[in-house]
């Protein structure tokens, strides 16, 4: 199978579908979802609170627990190394250079943590065992990344029961100590270069002994000692104040550029988008209604509901601009509930004919990069048919 795509990618995502099975029934929470990563770049994904942009990120690093569970897509990562290991056993698993994640054993997903994926979270208390020194846990993080790339056929080893797969697990057991000085020394490193004062006397410190922002610096710290390629943060500095909040970004940022890795940055803030990212997916209701860079999706937003997030006046220099509330209420994603048409329909001040039918991603004209799930996207729509709301009533009631 051949994926078009820009030589850049690091990650494709394609058609990522993951649901909750519940006690008041399915969840859709992440609808056929697709977006890619370049090497060295900050995507941002956008949305309101609900739409599904934690559970993305869950899903594209196969970190989804019960009740919920992935039921389609694919995970293509640019990795020469691996797509060499399954070439000849598993040839619909990889193309070129890119493996299909969902189509390995979890084993190999598993080992891809860490030294290719990590993430980090909004609650840097998630993210750390409190009866550990927040020295140790950085430093068993570094462990794992150094026994992997220490086998030249790290993947195949740390999967393929050679036994390395095993050790690799004791190691993260809570409690071991495992860790080598030189590894300790590695996380008082990281603890330095994430800027926190005093990193030998922290590392022996425990995470309750940690304000929320060096906590999450050390979340931070944790989260690179791996050396990951691809970064996951999701809403990292939502619950920290104004100040920290930029300090912490502004990491973000400078260890995304020395280190050229990638980022996938989540946040309900248009401010940090616009600030940080070279790209951006927007999300509604389980979907990504459109993507591109940022100058494409801020200066030329297509999508209505991209439009009502960014305001009457889109301006990627806007210094501040702010998610605007738009009348209606998020759809709780129930698949008894999830109407046949554009989900946004509803709320959308253009609907027209064409939306009672659920549209397909689209690219938007004369920019194959930069797509809409909506007919707007197509200029053979004409906007101007436009119908009258009476059509798209019900499910918005109460
Ligand atoms: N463990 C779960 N069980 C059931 N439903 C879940 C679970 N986790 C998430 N969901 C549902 O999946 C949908 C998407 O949730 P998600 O957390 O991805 O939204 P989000 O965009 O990250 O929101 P927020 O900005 O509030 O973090 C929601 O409808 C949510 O209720
Ligand atoms: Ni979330």
Redesign the pocket.
């Known amino acids: 199978m051949s994926h078009a795509g820009h030589r850049d990618d690091l990650l494709r995502v394609e058609d990522l579908t993951t649901r909750?099975y519940?006690e008041e029934g399915q969840?859709n929470?992440?609808e056929s979802v697709s977006f890619d990563v370049r090497d060295n770049e900050i995507l941002g994904i956008v949305?309101?609170?609900?739409?599904?942009?934690?559970?993305?990120a869950?899903s594209a690093i196969d970190l989804v627990?019960s009740?919920?569970k992935i039921t389609g897509g694919e995970v293509w990562l640019r990795d020469a190394e691996l797509a060499g290991e399954f070439r000849g056993d598993k040839p619909e698993a990889v193309d070129g250079d890119f493996v299909d994640l969902r189509q390995l054993p979890t084993g190999v997903r598993r080992a891809l943590r860490g030294p290719k994926f990590s993430m980090i979270f909004?609650d840097p208390m998630s993210s750390f065992n409190p009866s550990l020194t927040v020295g140790e846990q950085i430093a068993e993080a570094v462990e794992v990344q150094r026994r992997a790339s220490a086998n030249p056929r790290s993947t195949r080893s740390r999967t393929q029961g050679y036994g390395l797969g095993k050790l690799l697990v004791d190691s993260v057991v809570p409690g071991r100590k495992y860790t080598s000085d030189e590894s300790h020394e590695r996380a008082i490193e990281l603890l330095d270069q994430v800027g926190i004062p005093d990193p030998v006397e922290r590392a022996d410190e425990y995470p309750h002994q940690f304000s929320g922002g060096m906590l999450q610096r050390a979340m931070v710290a944790q989260a690179l000692a791996g050396e990951p390629d691809v970064l996951f943060a999701?809403?990292p500095t939502t619950a920290l104040d104004v100040t920290i909040q930029a300090q912490i970004l502004d990491l973000l940022r400078d260890i995304q550029q020395e280190q050229g890795m990638s980022v996938v940055l989540?946040t309900?803030d248009l401010g940090v988008i616009a600030r940080m990212c070279d790209r951006v997916g927007v999300?509604y209701a389980?979907e990504v209604v459109e993507r591109g860079s940022l100058e494409a999706v801020f200066d030329d937003p297509t999508h209505p509901y991209t439009q009502g997030l960014l305001g009457s006046i889109p301006d990627v220099d806007d210094p501040a601009p702010r998610l605007e509330p738009i009348e209606g209420n998020v759809p709780?994603?129930l698949d008894s509930e999830m109407p046949d048409r554009c989900y946004f329909a509803d709320r959308c001040p253009k609907a027209m004919e064409a939306c009672l039918e659920h549209p397909e991603e689209r690219a938007v004209e004369g920019d194959r990069r930069h797509t809409a799930r909506c007919v707007l996207a197509d200029d053979e729509y004409d906007p101007e048919r436009a119908l009258d709301e009476s059509q798209f009533e019900g499910g918005d009631g109460e």
């Open positions: 909750f519940t969840v929470a992440v949305g309101e609170s609900g739409s599904g942009k934690s559970v993305t869950l627990d009740p919920g909004q999701d809403e989540i309900h999300m389980g709780n994603l």
